[in-house]
C-alpha cells in the first residue's frame, strides 16, 4: 500500500511526464525571444513598434485561435492536439532558419519570421491547452492546480533557459541556427509524444464557447492586467538594456524564470489554503513592485531585482484565477474553459507589444514599465472585487 508522500510523488511524476511537452513548445518559443527584435530593428532595419510586432504576432495568432484549438482539444483529444502542436513548431522552426539566409532581400526575410511566429502562435495553444487537459486526464481534476503550476514551471522555466542559449548561439552560429534546434527539438517532442497513452474524450454536453467565455471574463481580465508587465518585460528588455549601454538583457528573462519556478514550488500550496483571490491580490502588488523597480532602475542588478520581483509575483496570478473559475466549467467543456481563460493571456501578449512600443516612442523605453504597473495595479483592484462577490455568495449559501 502506497503512502501518501509515494501517492504525491507518483502524481507529480505523471503531470511532469506531460507538462515536458509545454517545456518544448516553450523552449522554441523562448530560443529566439531576445534576438529577434534586435534582428528586425538593427540588422534588417525596421522601426520598434514592428520590432515589438514580431514577437507580439505569436501570441496574437494563439489568441485568435483558442476557440478552435480548445474545441480541437475536447473533441479529438488533448494528445492529438499536442502532437498537432508540436508539427506546428517543427514547420515554424523550418521557417526560422530561412529566414536569416535570406537576410539580403529584407521584406522576405521579415515575412518568413512572421509567418513562423504565426504557426508558432498557434502550435503553442494547442500544446499549452492540450498538456493541460493530458494531465488533468491523467491525475484527476482535484489536482488541477498542481497541473497548472506545474505547466506554468514548465513554460517560464523553458524561457528561461531558451532567452540566454538563443542569445550565444547567435553570437556564435548565427540566428539560422536557432531555427535548426527549433526543428529537432520539436521533431524529437513529436516522437516522444506518440509513444504517451491518450486519455478518455469527454462525451458530455458541451457549452457554447460564448458562454464559457462570459464565465471567465472578470477573471481573465484581471489576469491579462497583469500579464502585461510580462509581455513588456520580454519584448523590450534587450532594446531598453541597448538604449541605456548595457550588456546581459537576456539575464533580465533568466531572473524572471527563476523567481517564478521558485515561487510557485514553494508557495503552490497557498492556492488551496488561502484562496484563489486572495492570492491573486497579494502576487499582482509584488509584480507592480518590480515593474517599478523596473521603471526607477539606475543600475542592471537592480534591473534583474525588478524582474525577479516581477516573475515572483506573477508566479501564481494564472493558477489562483484559473482554479476558482475553470472548476465551475463542465468536464467536457474543459479544455474550452482553459482555452478561453489562455485567451486573455495571449491578449496582453499580443497588444504588449505595440502598445509598449507606442509609448516607449513617445516617452522613453523606461517609461513603459510604469504603465506596465499601473495596469497591475488596476489588476489587484479587480481580483479584490471579485474576492467581495465570493464572499457574498459564500454567506448567502450558508
Keep these: 500500500m502506497s503512502t501518501p508522500e509515494q501517492s504525491a510523488t507518483a502524481t507529480t511524476l505523471q503531470i511532469v511526464s506531460i507538462v515536458l511537452f ?3 513548445g516553450f523552449l522554441c518559443v523562448g530560443l529566439p525571444l531576445a534576438v529577434l527584435p534586435g534582428y528586425v530593428h538593427l540588422d534588417l532595419g525596421y522601426s520598434s513598434v514592428l520590432a515589438g510586432l514580431v514577437i507580439s504576432m505569436q ?22 492536439a499536442v502532437v498537432y502542436g508540436l508539427v506546428g513548431c517543427t514547420v515554424s522552426g523550418l521557417l526560422t532558419l530561412l529566414s536569416p539566409l535570406l537576410q539580403h532581400l529584407p521584406l522576405v526575410s521579415l515575412g518568413l519570421l512572421l509567418a513562423g511566429r504565426l504557426v508558432l502562435g498557434v502550435a503553442q495553444g494547442l500544446i499549452g491547452t ?36 538563443g542569445v550565444v548561439m547567435v553570437k556564435y552560429l548565427g540566428l539560422w541556427s536557432l531555427g535548426g534546434l527549433i526543428t529537432l527539438l520539436s521533431v524529437v517532442a513529436l516522437l516522444l509524444a506518440q509513444r504517451k497513452p491518450a486519455v478518455p474524450i469527454f462525451h458530455g454536453t458541451r457549452l457554447p464557447f460564448r458562454h464559457v467565455f462570459l464565465r471567465v471574463l472578470p477573471n481573465g481580465l484581471a489576469l491579462a492586467l ?14 531598453y538594456y541597448a538604449s541605456r ?38 502576487c499582482l502588488a509584488i509584480e507592480s513592485i518590480g515593474l517599478l523597480l523596473l521603471w526607477l532602475a539606475p543600475s542592471p542588478w537592480l534591473i534583474l531585482c525588478g524582474a525577479a ?18 472548476s465551475r466549467i463542465p468536464a467536457a467543456s474543459r479544455s474550452s474553459g482553459l482555452g478561453a481563460y489562455a485567451i486573455f493571456f495571449d491578449l496582453a501578449l499580443g497588444i504588449a507589444g505595440p502598445l509598449m512600443g507606442m509609448v516607449a516612442t513617445g516617452f522613453g523605453f523606461a517609461s513603459i514599465f510604469l504603465v506596465a504597473a499601473l495596469l497591475a495595479l488596476l489588476g489587484v483592484l479587480i481580483s479584490c472585487y471579485l474576492l467581495r462577490g465570493a464572499s457574498h455568495h459564500t454567506d448567502e449559501t450558508r
Design 309 to 326: 520581483l516581477t516573475g515572483f509575483g506573477l508566479s501564481l496570478v494564472y493558477p489562483a484565477l484559473g482554479v476558482e473559475v475553470i
Design 22 to 24: 509545454t517545456f518544448i
Design 226 to 239: 497583469g500579464t502585461i508587465g510580462y509581455g513588456t518585460l520580454a519584448t523590450f528588455v534587450a532594446l
Design 130 to 165: 492540450g498538456s493541460i487537459s493530458w494531465a488533468i486526464g491523467r491525475v484527476g481534476a482535484d489536482d488541477t492546480a498542481q497541473v497548472i503550476s506545474w505547466n506554468g514551471i514548465a513554460a517560464y522555466g523553458a524561457i528561461a533557459v531558451g532567452a540566454p542559449l
Design 245 to 282: 549601454g548595457w550588456d546581459g538583457a537576456a539575464y533580465a528573462l533568466t531572473a524572471f524564470g527563476c523567481a517564478f519556478i521558485g515561487a510557485r514550488l514553494i508557495f503552490a500550496g497557498a492556492i488551496k489554503s488561502r484562496g484563489g483571490y486572495r492570492v491573486a491580490i497579494a
Design 59 to 80: 501570441y496574437l495568432a494563439t489568441l485568435v485561435s483558442r476557440p478552435i484549438t480548445g474545441s480541437l482539444c475536447d473533441s479529438l483529444g488533448p494528445k492529438r
